[in-house]
């Protein structure tokens, strides 16, 4: 049977005239070549979008990585500068936000956080809202604050919603701060919050030009199904995929064209209309021999002639094939005479019916491009090789256009040499490399601007904008480096604070202290040796670093010199400006010892000289160590004791010299030491009036006063009045007197005992204001130790006194000593002739207690009737009033 199938597909075949076979078989490889044009033609399509995809989402990628990196170079300027200045205020940090933003780009609003805590805004305008927001306690940002606060390095997020409103990219940086011993310490945050709008805007996704879509979504697996720009599809259209890389975080941006990747290239039907038209050409011809043949009428001449023309026509569909969306053109050397197809014809924008020539074709070409490409064509018909090049066009219309040219040479039957070649329009591909280039010139610049700007900041950052010194965190460095170098063992440290400076800020303005710190900083770098380091460290205090190991004479002679330098005066507003310097020096005592403690040590011998007097040198010591470490424990334990109540009040009871009543109660601060329990104020006052805190022990001790003055009143002791010794600084305090203001009192009932050491006359006109709105609140006023201060009979009048306390050193010689009990005696005239109270303090003796009374005291103290006592105590010595029967009370 498979024989008979064989034997019939013979005999069909054999039926066909054998001149047919060949055009069958003609019409056959046409038919492959056109489908297997068409697929590469859709083939070539397809690569050529995802080409153009590739490059269009290339732009995009590359300036949003661009500039979100940008804007975080701006951030981390900002944040070196905040290191530097960790106590900065919003009008700072609103000066240096505006300077850093003021190059190109895409930040919307800085916050910085110290703590965590929002308190910094830049602008203010439309961002307040934020103010006080508390990363710890926002669940949306508490993550990422936190691993920016534990990683140490910046943290990108977003977009995601924003307090203000509307969404955006938050950038988290981390800020330390140098803590003054070789370590850094957590400052808080610098967050900038990027418009994710003028990123999409400024990378052209905004652009109705614009022929892809876009869709962009975070780089975690699983979020592509859930961009957040764009349309979710496009992630499952096999789109051109590209990552976007910044800080630990990133985006995976994705492309597809707007009509698909199938879709058909818009000469399509050209194209296969052209191809049937060539394939009819070649078959036509076959057919026709094959006609010829059967008909044996065929002429030898003519079909050559016909082979001639199929091998011309086979040469041009192998050039058609080869490209696509191509004009195919062909010049007879010899004749000038030149072929454009339509295609060529519409590149070069000719009438279709338009018969061209070389001369159309020299005419057509961009002035600044004709000469180069006519010399280009003419080498390569002289030489015979391949004419490859690229040259602009102006149509008739004006427009101009690139053209990417291929000819070849060769010589037809008749060895006439003629060149054929192929043009085809490239202007878009040179215009996206010309943005492409422009936007990588444009990183570029950015990129140099950014550069200078981190420089700027880096100097800013370490140098003193005032003096031009290097500034704490410089000097910092240089230390540490000391200390990494290995080599110099004993650099000398001299520590330099301004005397008097205040005095010139406070009288002749903040212009004057800036010429002064000018004219210290220029008379530092004038006087100190090569290779000396002079930084300006805050205030008014400089540093000056030797790194050359100074005997004790030649690092005594430095600190004089400067000292004498900077006592030289300057001029300024018509004022003689003048100040003094002490200086504090430390010297390495063994290699061991790191350089930032050398600074240290020489901060606690500049303190010693500011407490010896000032304008002077002291050098650091070992027992100068130990006396300060002793202050500042105790600083830190009067501190600590005044948030915890530590602080309490005593009292002791003043009573009338006739009856030994009590009359008053005097409230003495005392201070309950966590390890030494109660202590008298000489163990704590001097200190405490170096920490500026005497008002506040003050303000304890009075509410504490007339918390038990209200409960004497309930338990009918009948005590009429508690007095409490106010310290000067006490005596101007506003809080006092709003303090004050809250008081309901009887009058008479609280009195402040003033020190004579306040020299009243000084301050006169202050003084007798304070104490007249204290008297309107119906406060006595007393003056405390009488007799060895300032007080004149003048300033008694001004203050008019309710009392005067004569002190316990005029008070314990009275015993022996006639010349006391006169002095004692005139006091008391004193007081009985202006109408002030006496009280005689420091009654140690019965003794005492009845030449006072003899002498016209009417109210005693002392320890011969009652000592100070707490509370409770008082309060049970007042209840049994057990004096009055003692043998103390039959004495008087």
């Not at 961009?227 to 995929?241: K, N, Q, R, W």
């Not at 650091?620 to 602080?647: H, P, V, W």
């Not at 004569?806 to 005696?825: E, G, H, M, V, Y």
């Not at 011969?864 to 409770?872: E, I, N, Q, Y």
Request: hydrophobic share 40%; glycine share 8%; proline share 4%.
């Amino acid at each position: 049977m498979a024989g008979k199938n064989r034997r019939a597909s013979w005999v069909s075949l054999r039926t066909i005239p054998q001149y047919y076979l060949p055009a069958l078989i003609v019409v056959i490889a046409v038919a492959i070549s056109i489908l297997y044009a068409d697929n590469q033609k859709r083939r070539l399509n397809e690569e050529n979008l995802r080409t153009s995809v590739a490059e269009q989402l290339g732009v995009i990628r590359a300036k949003l990585e661009g500039d979100i990196n940008a804007n975080i170079q701006l951030m981390q300027g900002l944040a070196a500068v905040i290191e530097t200045e960790p106590r900065i205020d919003q009008d700072r940090f609103s000066a240096l936000a505006y300077r850093i933003l003021s190059t190109p780009h895409q930040i919307r609003n800085v916050v910085a956080a110290p703590d965590l805590v929002v308190t910094l805004v830049y602008p203010m305008n439309g961002n307040k809202q934020v103010l006080g927001l508390d990363y710890r306690r926002n669940e949306a940002q508490r993550k990422a604050a936190f691993r920016a606060r534990d990683t140490g390095r910046y943290v990108v997020t977003g977009p995601v919603d924003l307090v203000q409103g509307g969404k955006g990219v938050i950038v988290r940086y981390p800020i330390t701060y140098g803590n003054g011993h070789g370590g850094y310490t957590f400052w808080g945050l610098l967050s900038a919050v990027i418009d994710i709008d003028k990123l999409y805007a400024s990378a052209g996704l905004h652009d109705p030009a614009l022929d892809i879509k876009v869709a962009i979504a975070a780089s975690s697996v699983g979020d592509v199904d859930k961009p957040f720009f764009g349309d979710p599809a496009v992630f499952h259209e096999t789109p051109v995929i590209m990552n976007i890389d910044f800080g630990g975080e990133g985006w995976r941006i994705a492309a597809v064209p707007n009509g698909g990747w199938h879709q058909s290239p818009a000469d399509l039907w050209i194209f296969r209309a052209l191809m049937m038209l060539v394939g009819t050409m070649i078959v036509s011809p076959i057919v026709w021999v094959a006609r010829l043949l059967r008909e044996r009428q065929g002429n030898i001449a003519a079909l050559r002639q016909r082979e001639e023309e199929l091998r011309a026509l086979s040469h041009r569909l192998e050039i058609a094939l080869e490209a696509s969306r191509i004009g195919v053109w062909e010049l007879d050397i010899g004749s000038g005479e030149l072929h454009w197809d339509a295609r060529m014809k519409q590149l070069y924008g000719v009438d279709p019916g338009r018969l061209g020539t070389y001369q159309t074709w020299k005419d057509s070409l961009h002035p600044d491009d004709r000469e180069a490409t006519i010399n280009d064509f003419t080498r390569a018909i002289e030489s015979g090789k391949d004419f490859v090049t690229e040259f602009r066009i102006l149509t008739p219309a004006g427009e101009e256009r690139h053209i990417r040219a291929y000819g070849t040479t060769y010589r037809d039957s008749r060895f006439r040499k003629k060149i054929v070649g192929v043009n085809w329009n490239v202007t878009a591909d040179i215009r996206l490399q010309q943005a492409l280039r422009a936007a990588k010139l444009q990183a570029e610049l950015q990129n140099q601007q950014l550069e200078q700007a981190r420089r700027r900041m880096e100097h800013a950052s370490l140098h003193d904008a005032l003096t031009a010194l290097p500034n704490r965190r410089y000097l910092d460095q240089y230390l540490s480096e000391i200390d990494n170098s290995g080599g110099q063992a004993n650099p000398v440290v001299l520590h330099i604070d301004l005397d008097r400076f205040k005095d010139i800020n406070d009288t002749l303005g903040h212009g004057a202290g800036d010429a002064i710190l000018r004219h210290v900083a220029s008379k530092l770098h004038e006087n100190i040796r090569p290779g000396d380091f002079v930084a300006r460290i805050g205030g008014d205090e400089f540093v000056v670093v030797c790194p050359e190991a100074l005997d004790e004479k030649q690092f005594t002679d430095l600190a004089r010199n400067l000292i004498d330098a900077i006592n030289t005066p300057i001029t300024y507003g018509g004022h003689e400006c003048r100040v003094g310097a002490s200086i504090g020096i430390a010297t390495r005592y063994s290699p061991d010892t790191p350089a930032e403690q050398l600074l240290v040590n020489a901060d606690i011998a500049l303190y010693e000289a500011k407490r010896h007097g000032r304008n002077r040198v002291e050098r650091y010591t070992d027992t100068l160590k130990s006396l300060t470490i002793n202050t500042k424990m105790t600083a830190d334990a009067i501190l600590r004791s005044l948030e915890q109540n530590g602080f309490v009040a005593y009292f002791q009871p003043q009573f009338d010299a006739h009856t030994l009543e009590i009359t008053g109660v005097e409230a003495l601060a005392r201070w309950d030491h966590p390890q030494q329990g109660i202590l008298g104020p000489a163990a704590f006052l001097k200190i405490a009036e170096n920490l500026n805190v005497v008002s506040q022990i003050d303000a304890a001790i009075l509410d504490q006063a007339l918390m038990q003055l209200t409960r004497w009143r309930a338990a009918d002791l009948n005590i009429g009045k508690v007095s409490v010794n106010i310290s000067a600084q006490r005596l101007f305090d506003e809080n006092l007197m709003q303090r004050l203001d809250m008081l309901d009192l009887a009058p008479g009932s609280l009195s402040f005992e003033l020190l004579e050491s306040i020299s009243f006359d000084d301050k006169g006109a202050t003084v007798t204001d304070s104490i007249e709105r204290i008297k309107a609140h119906g406060i006595d006023i007393e003056i405390d130790d009488f007799g060895t201060g300032y007080a004149s009979i003048l300033s008694l009048l001004k203050l008019s006194p309710r009392r005067l306390k004569i002190d316990r050193q005029l008070t314990a010689p009275i015993i022996s000593s006639a010349a006391q009990r006169r002095l004692i005696s005139s006091i008391v005239d004193i007081g009985r002739s202006l109408g002030i109270e006496i009280v005689a303090e420091g009654v140690e003796t019965m003794q005492h207690a009845e030449i006072l009374r003899d002498l016209g005291c009417q109210t005693l103290q002392g320890y011969a009737l009652a000592r100070p006592m707490d509370a409770t105590a008082f309060l049970d010595f007042a209840r049994k009033r057990s004096w009055l029967t003692s043998e103390t009370a039959k004495a008087v």
